[in-house]
C-alpha cells in the first residue's frame, strides 16, 4: 500500500514549509492527499476535456475545513502537469465576478497575476505564455518564409472575431513589435494591458494604440481569449480556480449579488454547451452559498435549477458527474491516514525513518481530541501544524521520546472562518427612481 | 303725578280681574274631570260584569245538588249543544262547598257562549277553573265536547278536569248525604276509568286522578287498593295512595324496597332537590339511577315502619273542597327511612343529577338533539348504550365498517383503519359553529369511537386539531387499553411526522419512497407502546392528506429539549433526502422549519451537506469558534432514535479499523492515480509547430536546441548574459526559457533551471536531456 518511492528533499521542504505555516501546499499534494479517488477522478476527466478543447465547469461544495482550498489546489497541479494553464484567485470584497466598480477588473488582474505554468506553478506566467506565442509565431514564420508578423497577424484573425479580440489582437502584435524593436517600454506596456492594469481608455491609446482596456464588462470574454490565446501558445487549455465563493453570497445588495450570480450562469451555460473553448471553471465554496435559497445560488431561479439536477450519495452510491461536487467534512479515519502520509512525508519516503509508530498517531490524535474537541478532525489546519512541529522536534532531538513530547504539544482552536468585512454597499432605496415627477 | 297714580290704579284693577278669572275656570274644569273619571269607572264595572262571580248573598239558599245534577241519559240542550251523557251539574244557582261562590262544576246555561275561536283555552289550572269564569269560546269548546260524548282525546285537560270536579263532588261529598250519589258512584267510577284510559295526563294529574280513582273505589265498595306496580310519576311532597300503600306493605313484609320504588320515592320526598335534569331528561336520570342504585346498594333498601298508622289524606282536584281531609286510615304502619339512609340517598340522587348535568345542558340548548352523537358524549360512559337513537346506531355501524379496512400488504406500508371524509361525522353530529367542530364537541366524538372500540386522527386529546367541513379523518381500530392522552414520546413522535410530513408534501404529493420512510420510522420507533404506534400511523395516514402545516407546532415544542430537537431537525434532512434529492422548495422548507424547532437556520446547509456526502450527522458541520461549545456540549451529533451521545468533548478518539483500512485503499488508489500524472511522460514534447530538423534535442525546435547547445556549457548564467545568448538565436528569452523548461520537464519531471536573476543549471536534469 505504501509508496517506496523516495520522495525529493525539496518537494519535501517544501510541503512542510507550507503546512506548518498553516496553508495547503502548491506541489507535491499527491503525497499528501488522503482518500477522495472518485472526487479526482471526476475532475481529472474534466481535466482531460479541457485539454482536448472542451470546456468544464465544477462547484466544488465543503464546509470550512472540508479541504476545498487543498482540493482546488490539488486539480490545479493536475491540470498543470496536464499542461493546461491554471490562473487561481480568492473573491472578496473587492474582487467580483461582475461589478461596475472595478471589482471584476481586479479578479481579472488578480487571476493574471496568479497565472501559472508547469515551470512556474506559483504564478507570474503571462510574460512566459505570451512570448511562447511568440517564439511559436517566429519558429513557424522562420519555417514558412514569412515574416513572423505575418504570422502572428494570421494567427491573430482567430481572436479578433470574437468579442475584444481585436483589441487583444493589437496588444499582442504590439508585444511582438516591442520585442522586434528593443522596445521594452512597449513591451511591458502590452503585458500590463494583458494584466488588467489600465483602467483608462487614454492610457491605453497614448501607450498601445488600442481603444479599450479590460475592464468590469469585459471580464469574462476576456477569460475566453485568454483561454483561445493560450491554445495558440500551444498549451491545451485555461482552467480559472476560484476559490471563497461565498464572498458573492455575503454581498448585501441584491441586485449586485444577482448580477453576480447572471455571470455565473453565463459561464456555466458556455460550459455546459462547450460554447467556451479549452476553459475550465472551478468554484471553491461552502454548502450555504450553493443552497441558502434567498442568497446563496439556489437562489437565482435558472441556476437553481441546473444545479439542483444531481442527486447524491445514497448507501454508497455516488453520482460525480453534476455541476456540483460535494466534498464529504473530514472523519477521524482520514486524519489518521492523514497523519500517516505526513511522517511518510517527513521520512522522506522511507519506512524506516519514521519518528513516531502506529500508536504513536492514535496518541497524537487522543491529545487533540482532550485539547480541543472533535474540531481536530473537522478543522486539520491546526492538527496539521501541531503535528509536523512534533515531528520536527522528534527530529532535531533524537534523545527524546514521542510520549513525552505529546503531551507537551500544543493544539491551538481553529477560529473558523474569518468574517471578512461585508462591504455594505449603500442600498438604494427601493423606489427612488422617479420617486416624484412632475412635468 | 296724579296721572301717573291714576294709572297704577288701572293696571292693579286688571290684574285683579285676572286673577279672578283664572281661579274660576280652575274650578270649573276639574268638577268637569271628576264627572268624566266616575262615568268611565262606571263604564269599565258594566263592561266587566258579564264575567265577574256574582257577589253572594249571604241570606240565599245554597242551592240543590240534586236539581242540578244529571244523571246519565237525561238528554240536555244548551245553547245549542244536545248533550246526553249527563254527569254534570247544569243550573243557575249552586253554591260551592264552601259555601263561598258558585261550584266551578256547574254549568250556567245564560251564560253567553262564542263561537269557535282561538280563544278557547281554558286558563291557569292555578287559580282553579270554573265555568263561570272561562272565556265563552272556552264554554263553547267545553260543550261541543260534552255534547261530542267526552271521546275527542286532544281536548284541552282543562276540560278534562272541570269535568272532573263534578264527578269529584258528586262521588265524594254529594254521596255522604244523597242516597242517589252514592247509587251512581260505580257509573262514576266507570267513567273516570274511561277516561284516565283515554287520555294520557301528564304528571302529576295522573297520580291525582288515580287516587280519585282510589279514593272511590276504598271509600264506597271498600276495595283493595292493588298495589304491584311502582306508580308513575307524582307531585312533589305527596305520594299516590297506592304508592304508600304498597311501601307499607313491603315494610310490614320486610322486603327490600327496590329501585323503581326508591327513585319515586326520593323524587316526591319534600326534602329532595329535584333539579333541572330531573325534569328536562327523567327517562335517562332513572335509568342511570337504577345503575348506581344496583351498583351501591344492590337489590333494594329496607324502610322501617313508624309508631303510627299510615293515614291517608285526600287531595281533592277541586280546589273549592277543603284541602287536606284524612279520609282514611290504614292497618298498615307507615314506612320511614331510616334517618341516615335517607340523607344518604338524597345524595345519591343529587349525584345521578349532577351526572347528567352536561346532557341536560346540551338537551336544554336543543331538545331535539336527544339520543344523537352530541349528546350522548355527554352522558355517563355505561349509559351510552342504553341511550343511542337510530342516527347514533346508523354512524357506529358505518364507523365500525370503515375501521375494519386495513389496507396492507407486501407493495404498500401498513396503513391502519380507513380514510374518511369528515362530512359524514358532520351528519350525525350537528355542530354549533357551521365550518366544523368546536374542540370539546371532537373530543367527545373521539371519546365516543374510542368507547366503541376505535381511533380516530386527528385526535383533539392528542393534538390534533378539531374536524372541519370538507376535512378529512382516519377510523381506526383501537385497542380499548390504548391510554387517552398522549405520553411525551408518542407526542414528540407526532410533531416530527407533523414537520416530514410537510417536507415530504413540498413539492407536491409525498412520493411512495419518502411514505415507506416515515413509515418505517414509525415502525421502529422503541419508545412507542404498540397502540402508540398504531395511533402514529393513522396520525401520519391523516397527514398525508390533510397536511395541516405548523399551526400550533411551536405550542407544542415547548416541552421538548434541545437535544430533541436537534434530532427532529436531522431527522427532518433524511426525510427530505429520502428521494435521493433535497429540491431548494424543501430547502426554503427546512429553513422554515428549522426555525421552528429553534434551531439555527444557517445549519440547514451544513446538514444537508453531511448528509448528501455520507448521510450521517457524525461528520456534520465543522465545529469551530465559541458559539458552536453549545452544540458540543448537546451531543448534537446523535442520530435521531438513539440515546444522545455525550458532547465531542468528553468522547474519545475511536477509531473505526475497517474505515481507516478502506481510507487507506482508498488513498493508495488515489495516490496512484496521482503518481502516474505526476510522472507521466509518455506524451509527446509540447507541440511547436516548426517542423523538427534532424539535429533537434530532447523535443526542441533547432533555434531552441542550438540555443540550448551553447546553454549547456556552462553551468550558470547571470540573467543579462542569457539575455543576450537568446537574442543571438532570434529568440524571446523569457518564451525560450519557457520552451526549454517544458522540455526539460517532459523528459526528467523537473524545470532545467529556476527563471532568477543568476540561471544556474541543474546538471542531473542536464545530463539526461542531453542523452
Known amino acids: 500500500m505504501r509508496k517506496n518511492k523516495k520522495i525529493r528533499p525539496k518537494m519535501r521542504d517544501a510541503i512542510l514549509q507550507s503546512l506548518r505555516a498553516g496553508v495547503v501546499p502548491r506541489q507535491g499534494l499527491q503525497h499528501i492527499q488522503v482518500g477522495r479517488a472518485g472526487e479526482v477522478e471526476a475532475l481529472l476527466s474534466e481535466i482531460e476535456r479541457i485539454a482536448d478543447g472542451g470546456s468544464a465547469i465544477r462547484f466544488v461544495i465543503g464546509e470550512y475545513g472540508a479541504g476545498k482550498t487543498f482540493f482546488l489546489n490539488l486539480i490545479r497541479s493536475i491540470a498543470l502537469e496536464k499542461k493546461i494553464i491554471t490562473a487561481h484567485a480568492d473573491l472578496t470584497p473587492n474582487r467580483r465576478l461582475q461589478a461596475s466598480g472595478g471589482q471584476a477588473r481586479t479578479l481579472y488582474a488578480e487571476l493574471m497575476r496568479n497565472l501559472a505554468t508547469r515551470t512556474k506553478p506559483d504564478g507570474g506566467a503571462l510574460p512566459g505564455v505570451v512570448e511562447r506565442f511568440a517564439t511559436s509565431a517566429l519558429g513557424e514564420a522562420g519555417a514558412r518564409g514569412v515574416s513572423p508578423e505575418t504570422v502572428i497577424g494570421e494567427r491573430m484573425d482567430h481572436l479578433s472575431e470574437m468579442v475584444g479580440g481585436y483589441n487583444f489582437a493589437t496588444v499582442i502584435t504590439a508585444y511582438w513589435r516591442g520585442h522586434d524593436t528593443g522596445n521594452d517600454q512597449l513591451k511591458s506596456d502590452a503585458v500590463r494591458w494583458l494584466r488588467g492594469e489600465f483602467s483608462t481608455k487614454t492610457d491605453a491609446r497614448k501607450a498601445l494604440g488600442v481603444r479599450g482596456f479590460i475592464d468590469d464588462k469585459s471580464f469574462y470574454d476576456h477569460l475566453k481569449l485568454m483561454a483561445r490565446f493560450v491554445r495558440l501558445a500551444g498549451y491545451n487549455g485555461f482552467m480559472v480556480c476560484l476559490d471563497e465563493m461565498v464572498n458573492l453570497y455575503k454581498i448585501q445588495h441584491t441586485r449586485s449579488r444577482n448580477s453576480n450570480y447572471e455571470q455565473i450562469l453565463r459561464i456555466l451555460n458556455d460550459s455546459l454547451q462547450g460554447a467556451s473553448e479549452g476553459l475550465g471553471f472551478l468554484m471553491g465554496g461552502t454548502p450555504v452559498f450553493l443552497m441558502d435559497t434567498r442568497r446563496g445560488l439556489y437562489s437565482y431561479e435558472a441556476l437553481q435549477s441546473r444545479l439542483a439536477q444531481n442527486t447524491f450519495a445514497r448507501e454508497g452510491l455516488v453520482d460525480l458527474s453534476g455541476p456540483v461536487l460535494r466534498l464529504a467534512n473530514l472523519t477521524p479515519e482520514d486524519m489518521y491516514v492523514l497523519l500517516d502520509k505526513l511522517r511518510h512525508v517527513y521520512a522522506a519516503g522511507d519506512e524506516t525513518a519514521y519518528l513516531v509508530p502506529d500508536e504513536g498517531l492514535t496518541a497524537f490524535m487522543e491529545h487533540c481530541n482532550k485539547r480541543i474537541g472533535d474540531s481536530y478532525f473537522r478543522t486539520p489546519r491546526t492538527t496539521i501544524k501541531s503535528f509536523v512541529d512534533l515531528l520536527s522536534i522528534l527530529d532535531q532531538n533524537p534523545d527524546a521520546t514521542w510520549q513525552e513530547l505529546i503531551g507537551q504539544t500544543r493544539v491551538e482552536k481553529d477560529p473558523g472562518p474569518v468574517e471578512e468585512l461585508v462591504e455594505n454597499e449603500k442600498t438604494p432605496p427601493e423606489n427612488d427612481e422617479l420617486a416624484s415627477f412632475r412635468l | ?771
Open chain 2, 1 to 771: 303725578m296724579t296721572e301717573y297714580w291714576i294709572l297704577a290704579v288701572v293696571f292693579l284693577f286688571l290684574f285683579l280681574l285676572w286673577v279672578l278669572y283664572r281661579s274660576v275656570r280652575k274650578k270649573i274644569g276639574e268638577s268637569r274631570s271628576r264627572s268624566y273619571r266616575r262615568k268611565k269607572k262606571e263604564a269599565e264595572r258594566i263592561s266587566r260584569d258579564g264575567q265577574k262571580d256574582v257577589v253572594i248573598d249571604v241570606q240565599e239558599p245554597p242551592g240543590d245538588p240534586e236539581e242540578c245534577w244529571t244523571p246519565r241519559g237525561r238528554e240536555i240542550s244548551i245553547r245549542g249543544h244536545t248533550i246526553s251523557g249527563g254527569l254534570i251539574y247544569v243550573g243557575e244557582h249552586l253554591w260551592n262547598l264552601h259555601n263561598r261562590g258558585v261550584e266551578p262544576a256547574l254549568i250556567d246555561p245564560a251564560l253567553p257562549i262564542a263561537p269557535h275561536s282561538k280563544r278557547n283555552k281554558m286558563g291557569s289550572f292555578k287559580r282553579g277553573l270554573s265555568y263561570r269564569r272561562i272565556s265563552p269560546a272556552a264554554r263553547a269548546a267545553y260543550l261541543k265536547w260534552l255534547a261530542g260524548g267526552r271521546r275527542d282525546p286532544s281536548i284541552d285537560p282543562g276540560c278534562l278536569f272541570l269535568f272532573l270536579y263534578g264527578l269529584e263532588r258528586r262521588a265524594l261529598f254529594d254521596a255522604i248525604t244523597s242516597g242517589a250519589a252514592r247509587s251512581q258512584i260505580p257509573e262514576i267510577v266507570r267513567e273516570i276509568k274511561r277516561l284516565l284510559h283515554l287520555h294520557h295526563f301528564h304528571d302529576p294529574f295522573e297520580s291525582r286522578v288515580q287516587d280519585l280513582l282510589d279514593a272511590l273505589q276504598a271509600a264506597w265498595p271498600k276495595k283493595r287498593i292493588h298495589s304491584n306496580e311502582p306508580p308513575r310519576g307524582g307531585y312533589q311532597g305527596f305520594y299516590s295512595w297506592r304508592f304508600e300503600f304498597g311501601l307499607g306493605r313491603m315494610v310490614a313484609g320486610n322486603k327490600p324496597i327496590p329501585v323503581d320504588w326508591i327513585l319515586p320515592w326520593v323524587m316526591l320526598h319534600p326534602d329532595a332537590r329535584i333539579r333541572v335534569p330531573a325534569k328536562r331528561c327523567p327517562e335517562e336520570l332513572g335509568a342511570l339511577f337504577a345503575k348506581r342504585f344496583q351498583e351501591t346498594f344492590g337489590d333494594g333498601v329496607r324502610f322501617k315502619a313508624s309508631k303510627s298508622r299510615l293515614r291517608l289524606r285526600y287531595r281533592p282536584l277541586n280546589p273549592t273542597i277543603d284541602y287536606d281531609r284524612i279520609l282514611f286510615k290504614s292497618n298498615l304502619y307507615e314506612p320511614l327511612a331510616p334517618k341516615g339512609l335517607a340523607t344518604r340517598l338524597f345524595d345519591f340522587f343529587d349525584r345521578c343529577q349532577t351526572e347528567l348535568d352536561p346532557y341536560s345542558r346540551a338537551l336544554g340548548k336543543n331538545p331535539g338533539a336527544r339520543g344523537s352523537l352530541s349528546a350522548l358524549a355527554l352522558l355517563p360512559e355505561d349509559m351510552i348504550e342504553s341511550c343511542m337513537n337510530r342516527e347514533a346506531v346508523n354512524f357506529r355501524a358505518w364507523a365500525l365498517e370503515k375501521s375494519k379496512k386495513e389496507t396492507a400488504g407486501a407493495e404498500k406500508p401498513e396503513e391502519p383503519g380507513a380514510l374518511v371524509e369528515v362530512d359524514r361525522f358532520f351528519i350525525a353530529w350537528p355542530t354549533k359553529e357551521k365550518g366544523g367542530f368546536l374542540a370539546p364537541e371532537a373530543m367527545g366524538l373521539a371519546r365516543l369511537l374510542e368507547r366503541w372500540g376505535m381511533g380516530v386522527e386527528p385526535d383533539p386529546r392528542f393534538g390534533g386539531p378539531p374536524f372541519k367541513v370538507g376535512g378529512k379523518a382516519v377510523l381506526f381500530e383501537l385497542p380499548g387499553n390504548a391510554s387517552t392522552e398522549p405520553a411525551p414520546e408518542y407526542a414528540a413522535a407526532a410533531i416530527l411526522m407533523r414537520l416530514s410530513v410537510m417536507i415530504a408534501a413540498a413539492n407536491g404529493d409525498a412520493s411512495k419512497a419518502e411514505r415507506a420512510y416515515l413509515n418505517n420510522h414509525v415502525q421502529s420507533d422503541l419508545s412507542l407502546s404498540k397502540e402508540e404506534k398504531r395511533r402514529l400511523l393513522a396520525h401520519l395516514r391523516w397527514l398525508l392528506a390533510a397536511n395541516p402545516g405548523l399551526h400550533g407546532v411551536k405550542k407544542r415544542l415547548r416541552g421538548v429539549s434541545e437535544a430533541d430537537r436537534r434530532d427532529m431537525g436531522w431527522f427532518l434532512i433524511t426525510a427530505a433526502g429520502v428521494d435521493g434529492d433535497i429540491r431548494p422548495d424543501e430547502i426554503k422548507l427546512l429553513v422554515k422549519l428549522y426555525r421552528t424547532l429553534d434551531l439555527d437556520p444557517d445549519e440547514v446547509y451544513s446538514h444537508i451537506h453531511a448528509f448528501s456526502t455520507d448521510g450521517s450527522p457524525e461528520n456534520g458541520p465543522a465545529a469551530t469558534g465559541p458559539s458552536d461549545e453549545n452544540r458540543e456540549a448537546n451531543g448534537a451529533s446523535a442520530r435521531p432514535g438513539e440515546a444522545p451521545v455525550p458532547g465531542g468533548v468528553e468522547r474519545g478518539v475511536s477509531l473505526d479499523m475497517e474505515g481507516v483500512r478502506r481510507k487507506m485503499e482508498e488513498t493508495a488508489k488515489v495516490s496512484a492515480v496521482l503518481e502516474n500524472i505526476f510522472t507521466e511522460d509518455t506524451e509527446p514534447p509540447v507541440a511547436i509547430s516548426s517542423p523538427a530538423p534532424d539535429e533537434t534535442l530532447a523535443g526542441l525546435d533547432a533555434s531552441h536546441t542550438a540555443m540550448f547547445r551553447e546553454l549547456a556549457k556552462r553551468p550558470s548564467w547571470t540573467r543579462e548574459e542569457f539575455e543576450t545568448l537568446a537574442l543571438q538565436f532570434h529568440l524571446p528569452p523569457d518564451g525560450a526559457l519557457e520552451n526549454i523548461n517544458e522540455a526539460a520537464w517532459d523528459i526528467s519531471d523537473e524545470p532545467l533551471c529556476e527563471d532568477d536573476d543568476c540561471i544556474e543549471l541543474d546538471p542531473d536534469v542536464l545530463k539526461e536531456m542531453l542523452k
